[in-house]
């Protein structure tokens, strides 16, 4: 067993949307966890670490987007040895971390009272249960990009096959896709470029399921029953995910839950516990703190 001291307890645990914009794109998910780890320690955050000989810091991430595809919403938790006010966190961290790692919000996971039912692991993960993807097709007109998607559109069934951590696998694309469109670009961006270069834009939503069904997934999709070919590599941009509303096809932000019912930070937390914390002769019982 090693020796020493046991490690500070998670006195607070945060969650934390990231964007990976511009080339950092083409960052590895293990880059930018070290790059987020050397950003916690020169924010000075006070991240808790694990037991064991090889102690790691608290640091979680849920739904990350593959190499190669920028996002706006990317997801991590933190465990904290120290109450830390989430906007402060957020402006420092931000600054800490490289230029197209952009911090955008951050918010305190809910803290149930004493009696409430602890917060599950992996009840975040629960939340992201469909991503809404942009994908910018140069060299591919809107036309031909719409009848592709009105041909996978009314396809029942479209099976692809890829290499996974399992082996090669086929499976059903177009059952995990919620809603599909094309898209001309935006008229002040389409005017910038060259009139004989036509451009399409697509929007999905996509459910997450296992296999996770990705949007190169699609793609191979769009070109088995379309002939779709896009001439260069495509752009992808994972705009959000969340909660699925599946009859209106939306997605929820998955820290309103957090924002709803949690705790505040800083002063503010300092002076909810204040009230809540038990007096002399009080049989009231403190907020339980999720560690």
Known sequence: MPEGPAPAPVIQRLRVRY??????????????????????????????????????????????????????????????????????????????LPAGLDIVDVVPVRAGRAGDAPVRPGAFTDRLQASRWRIRLDGVSYDDAAAAVAAFLDAGEIEVERLTKKGRRRFDVRAAVQALEAQSPEPDRRAAEAADAPCAILRMVVRHSTPAVRPDDILTGLRQVADLAPPSPPLVTRLAQGPLDAATGGLADPLDPDRESGLPSGDDAETARDRTRPQPGDAASADAVSA
Do not use: M
């Open 19 to 96: 964007a990976k914009r511009g080339r950092l794109r083409f960052t590895s998910h293990r880059d930018i966890s070290r790059a987020v780890e050397r950003a916690v320690r020169r924010a000075g955050i006070p991240v808790a670490f694990s037991a064991g000989f090889t102690p790691h810091p608290k640091i979680s991430y849920a739904g990350a987007a593959a190499t190669g595809v920028a996002s706006e919403a990317e997801y991590l938790e933190i465990g904290l040895t120290e109450t830390r006010d989430p906007a402060r966190v957020r402006d420092e961290l931000d600054a800490a």
